[in-house]
Nanobody, 128 residues
Framework: VQLQASGGGLVQGGGSLRLSCAAS????????MGWYRQAPGKERELVASITSDGRTHYADSAKGRFTISMDNAKNIVYLQMNRLKPEDTAVYYCHADIYVNYYDDYGQPQTRPDDDYWGQGTQVTVSS
C-alpha cells in the first residue's frame, strides 16, 4: 500500500489550503486515515483522523478550523484547513491504518490488520 499526499504550499495567515492523500495498492481496505504534522524542533502530532464509517477526531488546535473527510470508494482522505495561522506551519503527513483482504484455505474472503502506513509529507507554510 502506498500513500500519496498533495496540496501543501505557502499561504497567508487567514487563508485556506486543502490537503489530499490517496491510498493505492491491491487487496486492502482502510480502517481509518488521518493527518499528522511535525513542526521544526517538535514532535509529530495528530491533527485529525477519520474512520471508514465516518467518525472523526480533531486535535484541539484544529477544531472549528479544519475538516477531515474521506472518499471511501477512492480511498482518499482530505483535510480542509481554513483560517490558517502561522503556528500551523509544519510538514503534514498522511497516515492510514490498513486491513489486508485475502482468501482463506476454504476460499472465503477474510481480513486481517496490516501495518500502519505513512505518506511522504507535504509542507504547509503560513506567513504572518
Amino acid at each position: 500500500v502506498q500513500l500519496q499526499a498533495s496540496g501543501g504550499g505557502l499561504v497567508q495567515g487567514g487563508g485556506s489550503l486543502r490537503l489530499s492523500c490517496a491510498a493505492s495498492g491491491s487487496l486492502f481496505s482502510v480502517n481509518d486515515m488521518g493527518w499528522y504534522r511535525q513542526a521544526p524542533g517538535k514532535e509529530r502530532e495528530l491533527v485529525a483522523s477519520i474512520t471508514s464509517d465516518g467518525r472523526t477526531h480533531y486535535a484541539d488546535s484544529a477544531k472549528g478550523r479544519f475538516t477531515i473527510s474521506m472518499d471511501n470508494a477512492k480511498n482518499i482522505v482530505y483535510l480542509q484547513m481554513n483560517r490558517l495561522k502561522p503556528e500551523d506551519t509544519a510538514v503534514y503527513y498522511c497516515h492510514a491504518d490498513i486491513y489486508v483482504n485475502y482468501y482463506d484455505d476454504y476460499g472465503q474472503p477474510q481480513t486481517r490488520p496490516d501495518d500502519d502506513y505513512w505518506g511522504q509529507g507535504t509542507q504547509v507554510t503560513v506567513s504572518s
